[in-house]
C-alpha cells in the first residue's frame, strides 16, 4: 500500500522556519522524482520544489533563496526547509511522488497534505 505521509506543518511568525518532512512507503522511493505542491484557499495548486531521483533540485521562484528540498533514500524521506517566511506562503503543503511505469505510463502518488500557517 503506498503511503506519502506529511508532517512539520504549523503556525509561524513571518521571517520564522519550519522543516516539512515526508515518509514514502509502499513503492521504490529511489526511483520516484519527488516534490513538495502547496494550495492555498481558492487558488490553484502550484509545484513548490522537486527533487530527482539523480539529486537535482528546481524551485518556484518565488521560494528560491528560502526553501531547500532534499531526500534521503535510506529512509524514505523527502524534506522541505523553509526559512524566512512570507504572508503569502500559508497553504497546505502536498508531497509528491512522480515515476514512470514499466510500461511508460507516468505514476503520480499524493500525500493528504500539513499546513502551513504564517501570522503575525
Known amino acids: 500500500q503506498v503511503q506519502l505521509v506529511e508532517s512539520g506543518g504549523g503556525l509561524v511568525q513571518p521571517g520564522g522556519s519550519l522543516r516539512l518532512s515526508c515518509a514514502a512507503s509502499g513503492f521504490t522511493f529511489s526511483l520516484f522524482s519527488m516534490s513538495w505542491y502547496r494550495q492555498a484557499p481558492g487558488k490553484e495548486r502550484e509545484l513548490v520544489a522537486t527533487?530527482?531521483?539523480?539529486?537535482?533540485?528546481n524551485y518556484k521562484d518565488a521560494v528560491k533563496g528560502r526553501f531547500a528540498i532534499s531526500r534521503d533514500n535510506e529512509k524514505n524521506m523527502v524534506y522541505l526547509q523553509m526559512n524566512s517566511l512570507k504572508p503569502k506562503d500559508p497553504a497546505v503543503y502536498f508531497c509528491?511522488?512522480?515515476?514512470?511505469?514499466?510500461?511508460?505510463?507516468?505514476?503520480?502518488?499524493w500525500g493528504q497534505g500539513t499546513q502551513v500557517t504564517v501570522t503575525a
Open positions: 527533487i530527482t531521483t539523480g539529486d537535482l533540485t
Open positions: 509528491n511522488a512522480h515515476g514512470i511505469s514499466t510500461y511508460g505510463t507516468t505514476i503520480d502518488y
